[in-house]
């Protein structure tokens, strides 16, 4: 039975010893990759590096207009960017012109002013877009506003 009991301690001592040995490994790679990005990154930038900002609040979608497909009026306490990625968007500010907008075109809507975007008549869009706070929703937008005059910014 002696001998049974040394048997365990051996390998009750090889797993623990196998055990902080893998810890230490993993903690070695995870530490070392992290490390290894940070240097990467601060490569990147001269007279330092940025510091990434809180950034839980902002949301950012990426949402396809099927064509003829639009949002009621709308505004945003922040603001939003939105961006078309393909397709023709249309995209209008309470009150001013209708704009066509072609992927790769950004625009910005500051905060609380009403404005409605989605898709041409004729076409799909995708855009993407970037805002943080509330959306305060308003009535829908009308067949003879969303089919006036287009214009290009």
Known sequence: MGHNNDNQKKTSTLQIFTSVCAALVLGWLVLGTQANQTSA???????GSPRVADSDDVSTLRLIFPAGVRSNWHSHSWGQLLMVEEGRGLTQDRGGPLLEMHPGEPW?????REHWHGAHPDEDVLQMTIYEGEVNWLEGVTDSVYNAARTRP
């Open 41 to 47: 990154q601060q490569s990147n930038f001269m007279g």
């Open 108 to 112: 910005w809507t500051p905060s609380g």
